[in-house]
């Protein structure tokens, strides 16, 4: 993105060409304006609003990597841009428009964090986006405290770990104080603190072997020809992480054809953990978007049968485009709510990739950390109770349930997990030592930590059902 900007001086000498790249990254940010906007007064997710706006745009690849550093990060350091805001507002910046508060969160967002975007472009946008909505003298406000802020940057007093160690991190890594409470009862200071820092890095893409069309051989053939930077991953072998994040990847024959699947490895090693045999019958009651269910698919080298179901039949549709391109012949889609879908069959395994709240992505998904609150956490551990509860009446005896989370909460993960064993006597857990890397078990579970192992946090737990 700091590219974009950095064309506009080398084509100094030309003044037209220079308005006319200055007019489009203008376009970006305006963009970037409006799409948090949207995402204040609605439920929907930033990735879904960036897509949207490329859509509808004629951007270029760099407008796009623009304007998605420019949304992400704002959502990710919102906290933080806010709280120096309110120390250099004239008036009481909370009670601004949203529209006001976004411009300004824009312009500072590429002060603080990008260093090669000059001032004037960072700001000179926002205070004529404001001029047009909201009039001269509002816009003058911005400019005065935006320009006041870059001339005290060094000089800007945070609260003290001595004074309020939760608000202390609340501001530094911008969260809202109740999930940084959580984290410092749970993990403790420093782990806390790491999981903090770790959650705000921009992610890394990872891709996963398609081992039913190709080798992973093949696969770091065709990376080394792209000239792509990446490592493998040390928790499977089929997995590599990509350091190229401008690389769109997604456009090239590796994921059209089919060769690749984009999958976290915290979502491959839980997929791994259920183990199927070929010829199994497996029942996947919380698909979509897929990932699990295509990998379950392969590793039962196209036997056998994977239903794939989701509540929404809108999200199959995913499925069945990843069935094609994979090459996949088992999957067949469903739709069905897992608190009450019957079948008429015991399946081998019952994959529950339960509704969670997804605090292990934070990292990809920084809304999460605005958009949750400490109550959804009681609320869904509710609900994947009510899932489990039902997956025990088909899955056949020697068979198993893999319980799976996207989240470090311990009320959706380990508690669950009591709670079930104690209730259903006839199932146990099995160590998820005996199917996968030690380095990412802890007690029987399947347990990643952004902060440890580099990727998602997640949980899973295999249970076998034993008469």
């Not at 196209?302 to 039949?313: E, F, H, L, P, W």
Request: glycine residues 4%; contains cysteine.
């Amino acid at each position: 993105m700091d590219t974009a900007l950095e064309n506009e001086n080398k084509n100094s000498n030309n003044s037209t060409e220079n308005k006319n790249c200055f007019e489009q990254v203008k376009t970006v940010r305006e963009t970037a304006i409006q799409i948090l906007n949207r995402f204040e007064r609605s439920d929907s997710y930033i990735e879904k609003l960036i897509d949207k706006a490329i859509r509808e745009s004629n951007f270029n690849e760099l407008d796009r990597a623009l304007l998605t550093e420019l949304v992400y990060g704002v959502v990710r350091w919102k906290a933080k841009l806010d709280y120096v805001l309110v120390g250099f507002y004239f008036g009481d910046y909370l009670k601004c428009l949203n529209v006001v508060k976004n411009a300004m969160r824009v312009a500072l967002y590429q002060i603080m964090f990008l260093d090669k975007i000059p001032l004037y472009a960072a700001v000179n946008e926002s205070v004529e986006y404001v001029k047009r909505i909201q009039g001269e003298k509002t816009a003058g406000i911005v400019n005065a405290v935006l320009r006041n802020i870059a001339r005290n940057i060094d000089n800007i007093r945070y609260p003290t770990r001595e004074e309020d160690l939760v608000y202390h991190l609340a501001v530094m890594y911008s969260y809202p104080r109740w999930i940084v409470k959580r984290w410092l009862e749970y993990f403790g200071e420093i782990e806390a603190e790491k999981m903090l820092f770790a959650s705000n890095r921009r992610p890394y893409l990872t891709i996963r072997t398609n081992t039913l069309k190709t080798t992973s051989e093949e696969i770091v053939g065709r990376l080394n020809s792209l000239k792509l930077h990446y490592f493998v991953s040390p928790y499977n072998p089929d997995s590599f992480v990509l350091r190229n994040p401008k690389f769109n990847i997604l456009k090239t024959d590796l994921v059209t054809d089919g060769l690749v699947v984009v999958q976290d490895t915290s979502a491959t090693l839980a997929a791994l953990l259920a183990s199927p045999e070929p010829n199994s019958l497996v029942y996947d009651l919380c698909a979509a978007p897929g990932g699990k269910s295509f990998l379950l698919a392969e590793l039962m080298k196209n036997t056998g049968k994977v239903i794939a179901m989701d509540k929404y039949s809108s999200k199959l549709q995913m499925i069945v485009e990843g069935v094609k391109r994979l090459g996949l012949q088992n999957i067949e889609t469903r739709t069905g709510d897992a608190i009450n879908v019957k079948f008429n069959e015991l399946a081998d395994i019952v994959f529950l990739d339960v509704p969670c709240s997804g605090l292990g992505t934070i990292a990809k998904n920084p809304d999460i950390k605005w958009k949750k609150e400490r109550e959804d956490i009681y609320r869904l551990a509710e609900t994947q109770k009510k899932i489990l509860a039902n997956a025990v009446n088909f899955v056949k005896p020697g068979g198993v349930i893999i319980y799976s989370t996207c989240t470090t909460e311990p009320e959706e993960n380990e508690l669950n997990i009591e709670w079930f064993l104690s209730n259903y006597p006839n199932f146990e857990l099995e160590p998820a030592e005996n199917f996968l890397p030690p380095a990412v078990c802890d007690g029987g579970f399947l347990r990643t930590l952004p902060s440890r192992h580099h990727i998602d946090g997640a949980f899973a737990a295999r249970l076998k059902r034993t008469s």
